[in-house]
């Protein structure tokens, strides 16, 4: 699914890669695994009831689901690719994403967040380590939705229109790689969800 904009995308994940060392050792705790290079899956998830919606008029989103993938390329150890499920509350089964690096701050370190490019232009999505059982995801302008097995994905102003005023931070909880196969329609990143526990 995401691998039709390798080409356009993987050079803002280039950019964006923070050192040789420093890159694993965030993606291993990130990902829950012992090396950032090799190929590995991590789901994530987050459900919010009529009660947590009720108490936030502005957000629409009611469901999100976040696969991230390392090991995609072996010239760039510390590249990842994030695809998220997104549900609203009026419409389900969209898609975004794009390939990651782990972000820099303003001296050039590499810190413990993601960074995401949606499409090239089509938003940003960071994704920042909370604990060892959730992340924290920001989607501070939106981003580009598509639907699963669509060629032409959905204009991007319509997409973003889509995320609320409090459509901007997300905590989302580790889960079962079952939850995220419908993510992904890669045959090997679907059996390694699939014996995630």
Not at 43 to 59: E, I, M, N, S, T
Not at 101 to 121: H, Q, S, T, Y
Not at 125 to 136: N, P, Q, T, Y
Not at 158 to 185: H, M, P, Q, W
Request: aromatic share 4%.
């Amino acid at each position: 699914m995401m691998r039709r904009v390798a080409a356009c995308c993987i050079g803002l994940a280039a950019m964006a890669v923070g050192g040789a060392r420093a890159a694993p050792d965030f993606l291993d705790r990130v990902m829950g695994a012992k090396d950032g290079a090799a190929p590995t899956v991590a789901c994530f998830r987050r459900v919010y009831d009529a009660r947590h919606l009720a108490g936030h008029p502005q957000q629409n989103v009611r469901k999100m689901l976040l696969l991230l993938e390392t090991g995609i390329d072996p010239q760039q150890p510390g590249a990842a690719l994030a695809t998220l499920g997104v549900d609203f509350r009026k419409g389900a089964g969209f898609l975004s994403g794009g390939y990651c690096g782990v972000m820099k701050n303003e001296a050039g370190e590499p810190v413990a967040a993601l960074n995401c490019g949606v499409d090239c232009d089509g938003g940003q999505i960071g994704v920042a380590l909370r604990d060892e059982k959730s992340v924290r995801v920001t989607i501070p302008d939106g981003a580009r939705l598509w639907r699963p097995g669509e060629d032409d994905q959905e204009n991007a102003d319509d997409g973003r229109k889509r995320f609320g005023a409090d459509d901007k931070l997300f905590r989302l909880d580790r889960a079962a790689g079952a939850e995220c196969v419908g993510l992904t329609k890669d045959a090997k990143t679907k059996a390694m969800l699939r014996r995630l526990r």
